[in-house]
């Protein structure tokens, strides 16, 4: 047994050791409560910045001082986004508040305030010609069922057969990955709920059905293995807006703020778009009132209303000319 120890040390492995059953403890932790396995990623990420920047000092160790420095590094030195230092101080909560018992320790840290950020849109003839791009049948029909239901892309490559109502044009989806609405569904305010199906993506998915035979997920993976991975149709999408042409700033995650904004501008009440998009709060939905141009568009320009004014003029005095040149 001191063997072990002694080689442990002596080759560096007794903090990758440690270090082994900490990130175990942690994430069977985040699982007891439901957390995505997504978030669960991120959170051991973060946590591993965090561990390796104070090696080889134990997070018990550290006061509220010591983790003030760490943040400011991240935002000073290393110049990460709000959204991911927020990130790294959701997972510090976590570690602190929930498995330490120990509050006090980030109770007064500030957290850094959110960039209010709009998001980028679309247009349905940027959507159209980013749809038009894709030959496979199966990533085709995948773009338009996001983009036509408003889905978040873990939504839709999670979607199983039985999910489609084909004779109430609605799209079934389930919180918590299929599960019952539980603790955490309720905490975010995620729950079940239903969307929109179109009649042009049912006549593409008859036609994807009839191709593939999907057996349990709607877009399964390959060999018929689980469900299609999430990154896969971010490439489809990426090379597609190579192929358009396209240079917004945009992501897969874009169809279904184009969808919403799209929605909007048709005249949509904006309770639907909540309902349907799953928001727990009307304020996520109201972002979508700042990209649409629904009000934009009728206001008129002040330079093309002068510009009109000009022309109006020279029409009138050309009028002017015209007549005197007639009485003459």
Do not use: W
């Not at 199906?197 to 593939?212: G, I, M, P």
């Not at 709060?281 to 002040?302: A, D, F, G």
């Amino acid at each position: 047994m001191n063997q072990v120890v002694t080689a442990v040390k002596r080759f560096g492995l007794e903090s990758k050791v440690l270090s082994a059953g900490f990130f175990e403890t942690f994430r069977r932790e985040l699982r007891l409560r439901n957390t995505s396995a997504k978030t669960i990623k991120s959170y051991c990420s973060c946590l591993r910045t965090f561990i390796k920047y104070f090696h080889p000092r134990h997070p018990r160790e550290l006061i509220e001082n010591d983790i003030k420095n760490f943040l400011f590094y991240l935002i000073e030195e290393k110049q990460l986004a709000t959204a991911t230092v927020n990130q790294v101080f959701n997972a510090l909560r976590f570690l602190y508040v929930d498995l330490y018992g120990r509050p006090f320790t980030i109770a007064n840290l500030p957290r850094p305030k959110k960039e209010k950020q709009l998001p980028v849109v679309l247009s349905q003839e940027e959507v159209m010609k980013i749809i038009d791009s894709v030959d496979n049948l199966k990533h085709k029909t995948l773009l338009m069922l996001i983009y036509s239901a408003g889905l978040r892309v873990g939504e839709a490559v999670r979607l199983k057969i039985e999910d489609v109502d084909s004779k109430r044009k609605l799209i079934y989806l389930k919180s918590a990955k299929g599960k019952p609405v539980c603790v955490r569904s309720l905490r975010t305010g995620r729950k079940d709920r239903y969307t929109l199906l179109s009649n042009v993506v049912l006549d593409s998915l008859r036609r994807y059905y009839q191709a593939y035979r999907p057996r349990d997920y709607l877009f399964e993976g390959a060999e018929g293995r689980s469900h299609l991975s999430e990154r896969s149709i971010q490439h489809v999408f990426e090379r597609a807006l190579k192929v358009t042409g396209i240079r917004k700033d945009v992501s897969l995650h874009s169809l279904r703020h184009s969808f919403a904004t799209h929605l909007l501008e048709n005249g949509t009440d904006l309770r639907y778009i909540q309902e349907i998009l799953g928001h727990a709060s009307s304020k996520t939905t109201e972002i979508y009132t700042h990209v649409s141009n629904k009000s934009l568009s009728k206001i008129i320009n002040p330079l093309d209303q002068a510009f009109k004014n000009e022309i109006n003029d020279i029409c009138r005095i050309t009028t002017h000319i015209g007549r005197l040149n007639d009485i003459r």
